[in-house]
T-cell receptor, first 114, second 111 residues
Framework: KAGVTQTPRYLIKTRGQQVTLSCSPI?????VSWYQQTPGQGLQFLFE???????NKGNFPGRFSGRQFSNSRSEMNVSTLELGDSALYLC?????????????FGNGTRLTVT | GENVEQHPSTLSVQEGDSAVIKCTYS??????FPWYKQELGKGPQLIID?????GEKKDQRIAVTLNKTAKHFSLHITETQPEDSAVYFC??????????FGTGTSLTVIP
């Protein structure tokens, strides 16, 4: 069974631009979560989607948004990029929500903002 | 929300020795505690998990222990090998189904 696939693997953007990252969950998984990983802050939760609805949201500004499609694939968008948005963005999928279903991570998208 | 603290931030051990990483959590209602291993250039990979109705779980050289009263859980790696070198994260899930991660432990196994 294929794992979580994130595209692209690397992105270089300029401050002020916007970016869209894509995530394909493991087949059959219905929950998709996004995390930002930086050396100083560790894994910070962005949001979680289940059945095309946002179920949880972390403490990030409104410039960060996401959505989930009917096939469970998810995208996240960051508008008006800032230098501090440079990070590894990780997508994780799970079969269902909650403690009966562990997270399975993709290898991430490395975003560099210059 | 939940708060997960992880120690130490870095750990170096000789090959063949044991490694222990400890985490504490704040929400007594949390009942699921996974551990992840992240190798360079890859996403975190689940290596073992434990639920609150169990005190210990083993999988070959890896074990996790949970003390609900003290609200802490630990990862134990025995007979460490160079390929165990990675960053390890603990996590807990809160009643809102949101995962909270520790800040990670960079483990180096010296051959």
């Amino acid at each position: 069974k294929a794992g979580v696939t994130q595209t692209p693997r690397y992105l270089i953007k300029t401050r002020g631009q916007q970016v869209t990252l894509s995530c394909s969950p493991i087949s059959g998984h219905r929950s998709v979560s996004w995390y930002q990983q930086t050396p100083g802050q560790g894994l910070q939760f962005l949001f979680e989607y289940f059945s095309e609805t946002q179920r949880n949201k972390g403490n990030f500004p409104g410039r960060f948004s996401g959505r989930q499609f009917s096939n469970s694939r998810s995208e996240m968008n960051v508008s008006t990029l800032e230098l501090g948005d440079s990070a590894l963005y990780l997508c994780a999928s799970s079969l269902v929500r909650g403690n009966n279903s562990p997270l399975h991570f993709g290898n991430g998208t490395r975003l560099t903002v210059t | 929300g939940e708060n997960v603290e992880q120690h130490p931030s870095t750990l170096s051990v000789q090959e063949g020795d044991s490694a222990v990483i400890k985490c504490t959590y704040s929400d007594s209602a949390s009942n699921y505690f996974p551990w992840y291993k992240q190798e360079l250039g890859k996403g975190p990979q689940l290596i073992i998990d434990i639920r609150s109705n169990v005190g210990e779980k083993k999988d070959q050289r890896i074990a996790v222990t949970l003390n609900k009263t003290a609200k802490h859980f630990s990862l134990h790696i025995t007979e460490t090998q160079p390929e165990d070198s990675a960053v390890y994260f603990c996590a807990a899930i809160d009643t809102g189904n949101q995962f909270y991660f520790g800040t990670g432990t960079s483990l180096t196994v010296i051959p």
